[in-house]
């Protein structure tokens, strides 16, 4: 992932929001996140969580985010779904899983909505393959 100096996303469109999760004895964290996305890299979105040592960057695909959205969605690594939160708000349930843990998030619906209505204004759904460059990702893997 691209980093400015101020710790930030270069993306198109970076929308900060606060996520929650629980721990496993059950209290309550929020955790500073910022959600980014480049016409560069049409299918992905980026979350990048904000913390004392340094941030932690997932990458998945735009439209699991989409579809989470609506309902239950994904397979592997992440998981999205529609949730409610403790309060009774409509919250996103995004589930990240690797081999050093599991780690369930709930970010507000309508940050997330907010956050895909933007990336839809700079790219519609369904034409991705109208901004992604397979050239620039070939000399991109070759001079690795």
Not at 11 to 28: F, Y
Request: aromatic letters at 6%; glycine letters at 10%; a negative charge.
């Amino acid at each position: 992932m691209n980093m400015s100096g101020g710790g930030h996303t270069l993306s198109d469109v970076a929308l900060d929001i606060t996520v929650e999760c629980m721990d496993d004895r059950g209290i309550r964290h929020e955790i500073d996140t910022v959600l980014g996305y480049r016409s560069s890299d049409p299918f992905a979105v980026a979350m990048t969580f904000v913390t004392a040592d340094g941030n932690l960057v997932w990458t998945f695909g735009r439209d699991l985010l989409m579809r989470g959205t609506e309902k239950p969605t994904g397979e592997g690594d992440v998981h999205v779904a529609p949730a409610i939160g403790l309060s009774g708000r409509a919250m996103v349930s995004i589930e990240l899983s690797s081999p050093d843990g599991h780690l369930v998030l709930l970010a507000r619906s309508s940050d997330i909505n907010d956050f895909l209505d933007r990336t839809a204004a700079i790219v519609a759904p369904g034409a991705e393959s109208d901004f992604f460059d397979a050239d620039l990702l070939i000399s991109q893997v070759l001079s690795a």
